[in-house]
């Protein structure tokens, strides 16, 4: 098959992940596969995937399109980039690009359109802008049955259109990284460290981490919280952790341990190290889709300390499924915006690292046998050969 896929952009986050893995998968596979990126190549270590892309001998295009003023002409890029082949896949990722697809795409070229949901979309002014634009897509793929089910009553999709494919993640890269060493920050080698990574935006829910973080640290000397990523909320979550490394409650601590608390690094081109020494995950976001964070998390062998966000249930299912004086199923999620339900869930790890590490081995196997990126690839495969009639 040739296949097309579109994005908004190759800097390294979850679906560029998602799409660097499916595009090579697809080219080892025999396909003729391209990668159409709408805005400009990405500078330093956020080319990680670009230059993997084209290590594996996949054809990477970029537009430079950056602005709303520039999308008549980021139209004629892409109507130019379709119409140079007959493509049997336009496989689109991200709000950014469906619309550009939804706008550019010609049946004379491209003979089947699949757009990607990954993310919930609460604003109605996109919900209604997604609508118009999913209304040339043969088929939507879901990366969870609760983004499929939030499409079905807000996007009007379908239920034959739609297919839910989970995100795979790197499973060896995650089983084989040497764990960070916590002295590198001036930590104690045994500290118990609550990491959690991603973009620093109200859209993550930190604020319940700010809330909950003193009465969660004082409890235990080895207790340290590592904040890892960029974002608009950097410099106010920079003031905020000198602020509580000067907390009263962490002070008589430090006093005996003389170590921060809480530190931030910013954002790390390999996340695997720190997963494979951190105790647990935390994620305390508003919304997501199917978090890859997550899942990459799994992959390391951490317990997740995550909020009930659509996708996160389904990510845990397998992984309670353990015998009683393990946790119940919602062992691992508490409710959006609940902060003391997840200090208590981040209590209850920290207090018993026995156990927390079982959860973690769980979690591990559960991620082994339902989200690798062979099994993504596969899926994917099988959709696309479906619509083509092979």
């Known amino acids: 098959m040739d296949i097309d ?17 499916l595009a090579i998968g697809m080219h080892d596979a025999g396909h003729l596969v391209r990668v159409l990126s709408i805005d400009a190549p990405p500078i330093g270590e956020q080319r990680a995937l670009v230059d993997r892309l084209q290590q594996a001998g996949v054809d990477v295009q970029f537009g430079g399109f950056r602005r709303p003023s520039q999308f008549l002409a980021a139209r ?43 993310v919930a979309t609460p604003s109605p002014l996109r919900r209604r802008v997604l609508r118009w634009a999913m209304r040339p897509m043969d088929h939507v793929v ?41 002295q590198t920050l001036g930590w104690p080698a045994d500290s118990q460290v609550a990491l959690f990574v991603g973009r620093l935006h109200p859209q993550k829910g930190l604020e319940l981490l700010q809330a909950q973080a ?11 919280l590592l904040l890892v990523g960029d974002g608009p909320l950097r410099e106010s979550l920079q003031h905020w952790i000198q602020q509580i490394n000067s907390d009263d409650r962490l002070r008589a601590r430090q006093s005996t341990t003389g170590v921060e608390a809480v530190k931030r690094l910013p954002w790390q081109a390999d996340i695997a190290p720190l997963m494979k ?46 015998p009683s004086t393990q946790r119940s199923s919602d ?59 092979r």
């Not at 896929?5 to 893995?21: Q, R, S, Y």
């Not at 140079?84 to 697809?101: G, M």
């Not at 003193?214 to 340290?224: F, H």
């Open 5 to 21: 896929f579109l994005i908004t952009e190759l800097n390294v986050g979850g679906a560029e992940k998602a799409i660097t893995h």
């Open 76 to 118: 004629r890029w892409l109507r130019k980039r379709i119409s140079e082949r007959n493509v049997d896949v336009l496989q689109s990722f991200l709000f950014h690009a469906h619309v550009l697809a939804a706008a550019s795409i010609g049946r004379d070229h491209v003979k089947h359109f699949v757009g990607g949901l990954r």
């Open 142 to 182: 879901a990366v969870s049955q609760a983004i499929a089910q939030q499409a079905q009553a807000k996007l009007h999709l379908a239920d034959q259109r739609c297919t839910v494919i989970p995100n795979g993640v790197d499973l060896a890269r995650f089983e084989q990284a040497i764990p960070f060493d916590w």
């Open 214 to 224: 003193a009465r969660l640290l004082a409890a235990g000397d080895k207790r340290r």
């Open 277 to 322: 020494a951190a105790t647990m995950l935390i994620l305390p976001s508003r919304y997501e889709g199917m978090p890859n964070v997550v899942l990459e998390a799994m992959a390391a062998g951490l317990p997740i300390v995550c909020s009930k966000i659509e996708g996160a249930a389904e990510l845990f299912t397998d992984a309670e499924s353990a």
């Open 331 to 389: 062992s691992q999620v508490f409710p959006i915006g609940d902060g003391p339900q997840m200090r208590h869930l981040a209590e209850t790890l920290f207090a018993d690292p026995i156990a927390a590490k079982e959860l973690g081995q769980r979690n591990r196997q559960h991620a082994s046998q339902s989200f690798s990126y062979s099994l993504m690839i596969q899926r994917y495969q099988q959709l696309y050969q479906q619509l083509c009639g």
